[in-house]
């Protein structure tokens, strides 16, 4: 045991505390208007979300437009919170830990990705995330003229190939690649990446009919195994899951549309696992591992309320199915 994982250990379970939990954040996405719901986050870790020039001038813009913005920077901020978080956890684990940090944090620059590939299609992208010394490729794919040059950037990377063609099959590239990612880590971790993957997968292959992703089929060969690779129907996949993932697809006899209910229970079982490692002794990677499921959990359900409240008080039960 290094000094390094104890006091990481320590720095884990305080962060873990500064979640908000699931009655709070009814309260905020049963708060009637994106303003309640802001009013009630200033009193909590996630006051940094509270935008300071919330108030748009009267006129300004179509009706609606500034609350649409202010929702998108709100969720935005709730996120980058979390970013922060796990950015100062690594500060205090030894490199080993740096390195799992940058792993578990492969959602953030898949999303900054995501930007880039939309500002080099000529559309407006969005805010970015600052990643920090837990980027993988993002210094280098920033600075892509092209989306060839962003593969590239991302092909000399621990990220691999994506894939080819368009912005779509990256990104879901990239998500089968962060899932290999995580999953090496070991211990629960191999089980949520496997799981996620099960979910992408399924969506993917039987519910937008896009069956034909290399990377993705790889992956999932990989995590799933060959059988689960090669299922020919959603009912099959579900059936040729290993017994230990089988969970994830339970009560889903639509696809797509009962995936929904797959992420729901998906995010549930990440946050159970997070506070049963968090709930040991250890000074190890367990009680990191589940700050970072908790903190995880959290920031999710808190940008789900955010958006219930701002679609106002009727959307409560959305957010009660879903969270």
Sequence with gaps: MSAGWVAGSVRARALARRRIGGDLARQVAGAGSLGGALAILAGTAYRPAVPRDRAAAPGAGAPGAAAVTDLARAQHAVAAGLLWNLRVLAGWLPRGGAQLMRALAGWFEIANVAEKLRELSGQEPGEMFRLGALATAWQQAQQAESQAGLRAALMASAWGDPGDGG??????????RW??????????????????LAVLAAGEWYGAGRAGHPVLRSAAADLLGPRAAAARSAADFAEA??????????????VPADLWRAEAGWWARLERDGHALLGGSGLDV????????VLAADARRVRSALESAARGSGAIGAYDAVA
């Design 179 to 196: 899932a290999q990612r995580v999953a090496a880590i070991g211990g629960p971790a191999r089980t949520w990446a496997a799981s996620a």
């Design 286 to 293: 367990r009680p990191v591992l589940g700050s970072v499921a």
């Design 167 to 176: 912005a779509l099959e990256i990104e879901v590239g990239l998500r089968a």
């Design 241 to 254: 899951l290993p017994g230990g993932l089988r969970w994830v697809l339970t009560g889903v006899r639509d």
